[in-house]
Every structure is written in structure tokens, then in C-alpha cells.
């Protein structure tokens, strides 16, 4: 065979092995996103009133000092958080008693209907922080609001951040915003092993590639002398 065909059959077998050793190790063109990234940032707020609410209905309570609003879901001027997002949302109330004998409640308010009475009471000089959590799934466009009922009582100061409302976004289709998912019956689900399977058949793929590519070199090398 002339050193012309030796040479012609060695570049093709050296393409097909260099062929396979690409496919066994393909490149991602694109990273990957979850889809709570591909969605935005973030959604959370925090705010506090500055002040007394002292015995009368306040529906909704406007809490006058933001702190964080990530998101820029909650409205200072009304005291209303519009979900920009469905999703499931945890939001927490918390209030400083008065002292004194006080009925105290208050509501999560969701689009207008009762949704958790949050009741505390405390006798003579005693004041206590109460605090309540709410969590539940909102469409986009759900408002949420805190209503005080008649014969409550809370205060704060200027900066004591005693009387706040706060919420946050946990998870939105189907992703939670720590990286896992909701919805599949698990609190705890176990890692896949399909991953660590590509992994090794991948690289036995890698290896034998390079190992064609090595002999056919050689081949070419004692067939040239």
C-alpha cells in the first residue's frame, strides 16, 4: 500500500475516534437556568409602623416605614402587598401589647376576606411581642393586608420596629427559592443517580476514544517505516 493510502486511512480513523470523543463529552453551548431564575428576583418586604394603634378598627393598618421591599411588591400609601407572581408566600405579623386589659386582634386580610385571626391577651402591667405567621399559595394579582379589629391595642417608637409586617416569596411554579422543589409528596427528596451514571459512562467514553486515537497514530507510525 503506497504511504499516500496509509496516510489517507489513518486521518479518517483519527476523525472518526476524534468524532466519538466529542460526542462522549458533548460542550453546553447555553448554561443552565432554574426557573426561579429565569423569573426575576426576589420577592420580600418588611415594614414596620411607627406609632400606636390604639383601640379602634384600621382596615387596612398603612405600616409607614420600609425597610426592605424587594421586589417593590408591597405599597406604602395603601399597606397593601400585591403577589407579583403565584406562588406559596409566607407573611408574619407581629405586635408589641399594650399594657392593660386590651381584646386584641388582628387579620390577614387576602383580597378582602379574613384568612388568620391573630388574638393575644395580656392583664395589668404585662406586655408581650405576639406574633403570627400565615402561609399560604397566591395567584398573581392576590393583595394581602393586615386588619386591627375594635379594642386593640400595639405600640412602637420611632425605631423600636415593634408593631411589622413582613412576607416572602417561597416558592413559585413548581421551584422553591432555595433550589428545591414543592409539590412532589417529598420534605426531603434523594438525590438522583442518573447523574453519577452519565458521569462514568461519559468518561469510560473519553477513555476508549483516546485509547483509538493512540493506536491508530502507532499504526500509522510502523506502517510509514
Known amino acids: 500500500m503506497?504511504?499516500?493510502?496509509?496516510?489517507?486511512?489513518?486521518?479518517l480513523v483519527t476523525g472518526l475516534c476524534v468524532t466519538s470523543l466529542v460526542g462522549a463529552n458533548p460542550v453546553e453551548l447555553m448554561p443552565r437556568q432554574t426557573a426561579a431564575k429565569q423569573q426575576g428576583a426576589a420577592v420580600l418586604f418588611y415594614v414596620a409602623y411607627q406609632g400606636s394603634l390604639r383601640d379602634m378598627e384600621i382596615d387596612p393598618i398603612v405600616f409607614n416605614q420600609v425597610v426592605v421591599n424587594q421586589g417593590s411588591a408591597y405599597d406604602n400609601d395603601t399597606?397593601?402587598?400585591?403577589?407579583?407572581?403565584?406562588?406559596?408566600?409566607?407573611?408574619?405579623?407581629?405586635?408589641?401589647?399594650?399594657?392593660?386589659n386590651h381584646?386584641?386582634?388582628?387579620?390577614?386580610?387576602?383580597?378582602g376576606e379574613r384568612r388568620t385571626a391573630c388574638h393575644a391577651q395580656v392583664?395589668?402591667?404585662?406586655?408581650?411581642?405576639?406574633?403570627?405567621?400565615?402561609?399560604?399559595?397566591?395567584?398573581?394579582?392576590?393583595?394581602?393586608?393586615?386588619?386591627q379589629?375594635?379594642?386593640?391595642?400595639?405600640?412602637?417608637?420611632?425605631?423600636?420596629?415593634?408593631?411589622?409586617?413582613?412576607?416572602?416569596?417561597?416558592?413559585?411554579?413548581?421551584?422553591?427559592?432555595?433550589?428545591?422543589?414543592?409539590?412532589?409528596?417529598?420534605?426531603?427528596?434523594?438525590?438522583?443517580?442518573?447523574?453519577?451514571?452519565?458521569?462514568?459512562?461519559?468518561?469510560?467514553g473519553r477513555r476508549a476514544s483516546l485509547s483509538c486515537v493512540a493506536v491508530t497514530l502507532l499504526l500509522c507510525c510502523l506502517l510509514l517505516d
Not at 2 to 11: E, F, G, L, M, Y
Not at 127 to 135: A, D, G, H, I, S
Open 2 to 11: 503506497s504511504s499516500t493510502k496509509i496516510c489517507c486511512v489513518c486521518v
Open 79 to 100: 399597606g397593601v402587598f400585591t403577589a407579583p407572581v403565584s406562588g406559596i408566600y409566607q407573611y408574619v405579623f407581629a405586635a408589641q401589647l399594650c399594657r392593660g
Open 103 to 111: 381584646n386584641n386582634v388582628w387579620y390577614f386580610m387576602v383580597n
Open 123 to 147: 392583664s395589668g402591667g404585662d406586655t408581650t411581642l405576639n406574633t403570627c405567621y400565615c402561609m399560604e399559595e397566591l395567584k398573581k394579582g392576590d393583595k394581602v393586608w393586615v386588619k
Open 149 to 204: 379589629n375594635v379594642g386593640s391595642c400595639a405600640w412602637a417608637s420611632t425605631i423600636s420596629k415593634t408593631i411589622t409586617f413582613s412576607g416572602v416569596l417561597l416558592a413559585s411554579e413548581g421551584v422553591s427559592t432555595l433550589g428545591g422543589k414543592y409539590g412532589s409528596g417529598s420534605s426531603c427528596p434523594l438525590p438522583s443517580l442518573g447523574h453519577k451514571r452519565d458521569m462514568v459512562s461519559s468518561a469510560v
